[in-house]
């Protein structure tokens, strides 16, 4: 059997084109991909060849060198990326250090996803609150993916220690854990991704390092400015307000002598869906050196993407209006709350306006096209704190978007595999206008 991947088409989809799924196939003609890199496959053993007499001496010392590699290799096999398919399963063996411990962590981790149960690791990790915040995900996992006809047929997950505090008892570790899951769908595949950071606390007792304690960061609930902001869209401090009145008209982030076509742009220039969703899997997981990198970065990159669609900066010089980027200049911040907020960004997509980079509030998810942006209000206050981009459709034709802060690929729309996702959580669909 062979497996075969069919890209979504591209265009400007106008004109409302039929989605297409992300991924082509049957489940009778497509083979899933095997999650184990090349480098883990067994290797066809050789045939041994006798040994004569006079290369006993050469023998020897090839032996040495060959258990001199396997011993620097053990030495390096745990290192800051673990991968979920390298560990023996059912090893509880963690004289071999805290290292060990979270390698298994990360094996039923993944286990877990896949199964979208928490027996895997429910016994493994003696935090109860944490077994029980990641039962509740898993659940909400487990009974969407079946109204939706889907279910996960492979998982990989790997681990980065991002940081690490280590003492004689004790070890705290920050792990970035790299989620990938194949999704089977009316006999069609597509690939979803997704980075996610927890903290970890380990014990030792008695010879043996235990998971006592973790904790997820949930970066899509970290607000970047105060409440004030996230409510109106506007900062309202009065120091920002005066460097925002004393600044003049700002420069234009392209230079117009090497781009003289932008210099007199015209009105009614196409929005780019193919272009602003090329960026958007481009850049999904690594900061586009052009662009700063923000601690909360999710609307960050969604104005990104919509610029890479053509989507027209409108340049005020205030960070209260307009929807513009600059960069830094002399430490200073120099884009609007529009560009870089998610709440600011929804407010100025909705404001009256004939021209330029605008959208429009649709009321369901399945009129969302290419390029489209969805916004999030976790707690329903009306307060919208995550932005993403739709970058392709399920079977179904329903919207996987991308997303930063939390970097994500291809991820079904509603977000209840989020920690961040409540009972309360509100969502705006925006279609951005197909002329800018």
């Known amino acids: 059997m062979s497996s075969r991947t069919v890209k979504q088409g591209t265009g400007g989809r106008i004109d409302r084109q039929p989605k ?133 047929s492979r998982g990989e997950t790997k681990a980065e220690l991002v940081r690490v505090n280590e003492s004689a008892a004790e070890v705290s570790v920050l792990v970035k854990l790299h989620i990938k899951r194949q999704m089977e769908q ?8 997704r980075t996610e950071s927890e903290r970890i606390w380990l014990a030792q007792s008695g010879g043996y390092w235990q998971i006592v304690r973790i904790e997820p960061v949930i970066g899509e609930r970290r607000p970047r400015f105060g409440i004030s902001e996230y409510a109106n869209g506007f900062e309202e401090a009065e120091d920002y307000m005066a460097e925002g009145n004393s600044l003049v008209r700002s420069t234009p982030f392209l230079n117009y002598e090497l781009f003289p076509q932008l210099k007199h742009r015209q009105a009614g220039i196409p929005y780019r869906r193919d272009l602003a969703a090329a960026y958007a899997d481009q850049w999904w997981n690594q900061p586009n050196p052009a662009y700063e990198e923000f601690e909360v970065n999710c609307t960050n990159y969604t104005s990104q993407a919509i610029f890479a669609g053509n989507g027209p900066m409108n340049y005020t010089g205030k960070r209260s209006s307009g929807w513009w980027y600059k960069g830094r200049n002399k430490g200073g911040e120099w884009w609007s709350y529009s560009w870089s907020v998610s709440n600011a960004l929804a407010n100025y997509l909705t404001a009256p306006r004939s021209s330029g980079m605008r959208g429009s509030v649709v009321q369901s998810a399945e009129e969302l096209q290419l390029g489209d ?64």
């Open 20 to 152: 297409q799924p992300l991924l082509r196939g049957t489940a009778a003609n497509q083979s899933p991909p095997s999650p184990v890199s090349p480098q883990l496959q067994p290797q066809p053993q050789q045939q041994a060849k006798p040994v004569k007499p006079q290369a006993k001496q050469a023998k020897v010392s090839a032996d040495k060198q060959v258990m001199a590699a396997a011993d620097q290799r053990a030495a390096s096999k745990l290192t800051s990326l673990l991968r979920s398919s390298d560990y023996i399963a059912g090893s509880r063996d963690r004289h071999d250090g805290w290292k060990s411990a979270i390698h298994q962590y990360v094996s039923l981790y993944n286990q877990a996803e896949t199964e979208q149960h928490v027996a895997a690791i429910d016994d493994y990790v003696s935090d109860r609150d944490h077994c029980s915040r990641l039962h509740g995900r898993l659940e909400r996992l487990r009974q969407r993916d079946l109204l939706r006809g889907c279910l996960p």
């Open 186 to 193: 009316s006999g069609l595949y597509y690939i979803e991704e």
């Open 373 to 436: 942006i969805i916004t999030y209000d976790w707690n329903g206050d009306r307060r919208f704190e995550h932005s993403t981009i739709v970058t392709a459709f399920d079977a179904a034709g329903m919207p996987l978007v991308n997303a930063n802060t939390v970097p994500s690929r291809h991820r079904y729309w509603d977000y209840r595999d989020s920690y961040a996702w409540t009972e309360q959580t509100k969502y705006r669909f925006f279609h951005i206008a197909d002329l800018l």
